[in-house]
Structures are given as C-alpha cells and as structure tokens.
C-alpha cells in the first residue's frame, strides 16, 4: 500500500520499493481501498525483504518499516549499510473481523494514515 501510494504521489522523482517480511497475495480489499483514492495497485507484485535485496541491492536512503517484524529485519539490514531507518507503527488490516465493509474500512483507515505520513515526510525530501 506505502509503495503505491509514494508513486502515486511523487512518481519517479523518488526511487521507492517495498518488501515484506513474508511472501504474500495482492489482497482485493487493499486494491479496492487504493483504487477509491485514484490510486493503481492492481498490478503490484508482493515481494520480500530477502527478494528485493537479491534483485536490488538495498541502495536506499531510507528505509520505513511498517511492523516490529519487518523493522527487525531493517535494523539488522542497516547494519551493513549506510540507511536512515524509521519505524511507523502501522494496524494490519488483515487481522480485522466483520462484515466486507468493516474490514474494508479498517485499509481505508492504514490508506489514509500512510497517505498522510508519506506526504508529510517526503514533501521535505
């Protein structure tokens, strides 16, 4: 979701990437939830940490972990690199219970939560 909503925003006037701690689906009620705002995801691959180092290299100046996992997993990855990183406490989603509209309005909520921490901090960027 984080990486969807950077390009949306800033386009290619920033490198961005995102990975997981976990290989996953694209999940419909996040494609669902990013589409309401004009924003495209429906192509999006899910990847992991050790996928996106493989392929990429990890040459970031940032790096912004969404779960304590996966800032475990950033803090041991900076060890050996030269990356600012920041951890934003962000609710998964995908735990929520209810009916379809409850737990669409829970990604509506991290959507619009990452939307505005992703703005303000790469605005300054």
Do not use: C
């Not at 924003?39 to 290299?57: C, F, M, Q, S, Y």
């Not at 379809?100 to 909520?109: G, V």
Request: glycine fraction near 4%; avoid cysteine; charged fraction near 30%.
């Amino acid at each position: 979701m984080a990486e969807a909503i950077a390009r949306h925003y800033f386009g290619k006037s920033i490198y961005v990437q995102s990975a997981g701690v976990h290989k996953g689906d694209p999940d419909p009620l996040m494609i669902e939830a990013l589409d309401e705002i004009g924003v495209n995801a429906a192509k999006h691959k899910p990847r992991t940490i050790d996928e996106l180092e493989e392929w990429e290299g990890l040459n970031f100046d940032l790096i912004v972990s969404l779960s304590p996992d996966a800032h475990h997993k950033a803090l041991d990855l900076t060890r050996a690199l030269a990356a600012d990183v920041e951890y934003w406490p962000t609710p998964d989603p995908t735990v929520v219970e209810g009916n379809r509209e409850q737990r669409l309005e829970a990604y509506r909520d991290v959507r619009d939560m990452l939307t505005k921490r992703i703005l303000a901090r790469l605005k300054s960027s």
